[in-house]
């Protein structure tokens, strides 16, 4: 009993790091959404100042810093996300022995569809582009500081940028995230409203905590290649429910 209770909140703290993870992966439209208030997660938001928009693969590592977890326990978390861009789209993927999450945002449509399989029970959650700009609204534009600090990342020469935002998922809470960011990689449509809105480029590695649980992210590799719409089809054969049902199936407290 105590290890399915560890299990379902480990599960529920999972979707929301991982929701928010994609918010260093969503689009954003135009720049107008940057002033009406900040879309929701996955992506990255440039400034982009050249015309090569960024699409392809990017794979991440996750590490777990300063982790309580016994052995077991983190054997069951995800060691790898990976990352499809496209120009309008993104696809984040992430799995583990008992669950999976996809996330696909569009930046047209202003929507976030997330897809959960968790040891054979599957959930869709969606956002609709009133739930976005509702949260937008009331996320002020991250505060971004640049250092002099670099650091070789998958081939890339990335940045230090210490971003100091509100993250609703965790009550508006004031949190400060420190990443690295290529400027050799842009992409102006990708994360329409996450965490990393005005960066001049891509994180290649950043850290999320939510709920206790601190997550590493960072990249292994990054491959520009065509992308095709095809890559972002939803499947069929998912129970759709809420974020708060979702909540109360596997005890998690979004705290």
């Given amino acids: 009993m105590e290890q399915n209770a560890k299990n379902n909140s480990i599960i529920y703290n999972l979707f929301l790091i991982t929701f928010a993870a994609i918010k260093t992966f969503n689009m954003k439209k135009n720049i107008l959404f940057i002033f009406a208030a900040i879309l929701l997660q996955c992506t990255f938001t440039f400034a982009q100042k050249g015309d090569k928009t960024f699409k392809g693969i990017i794979t991440y590592e996750i590490s777990y810093p300063e982790s309580n977890y016994d052995a077991a326990t983190l054997a069951q978390l995800p060691k790898i996300v990976k990352t499809t861009i496209g120009e309008t789209q993104t696809k984040v993927e992430m799995n583990t022995g008992m669950y999976s999450q996809t996330t696909f945002t569009n930046s047209e449509a202003m ?30 534009n991250p505060k971004i500081e640049v250092g002099n600090e670099t650091k070789e990342i998958a081939g890339y020469t990335c940045k230090k940028a210490t971003i100091t935002t509100i993250d609703p998922e965790q009550g508006d809470k004031e949190i400060t ?53 095809k890559d972002f089809a939803i499947p069929e054969g998912y129970q759709e429910i809420t974020q708060e049902q979702l909540r109360e199936m596997f005890g998690g407290n979004g705290e």
Avoid: C
């Fill in 111 to 140: 929507t976030v569809q997330t897809l959960m399989d968790v040891m054979g029970q599957k959930f869709l959650i969606k956002q609709t582009k009133e739930e976005i700009e509702k949260e937008i609204a009331k996320n002020p």
């Fill in 177 to 229: 995230i420190i990443a690295y960011f290529t400027e050799e990689l842009r992409n102006d449509k990708a994360n329409f409203e996450g965490h990393f809105r005005g960066l001049t480029g891509m994180p290649l590695s950043y850290l999320l905590e939510m709920g206790g649980m601190k997550m590493q992210f960072t990249a292994t590799t990054v491959k520009q290649q065509k992308i095709s719409d």
